[in-house]
């Protein structure tokens, strides 16, 4: 499966899924668009990821409440 990416429409293949309540969701990354994290109370730069629903909404896969 390809998608473009919602920040700067390179086009993106499926790099993995994640389930949620059962449900299976695409999930893509983009090297391009670099984004800050925090972890252990330390800083580093990954790349954006996302997972995409049925109707084509992105959502970011790790977040609590799943939306984005």
Sequence with gaps: MKTPCPRCKRTLEQCGEVVVEGESFAVFQCD???????????SFDAAYTFALR???TTFDPSADDLTE
């Design 32 to 42: 391009d668009c670099i984004e800050p994290m925090q972890f252990g109370g330390e």
């Design 54 to 56: 049925p109707d084509g």
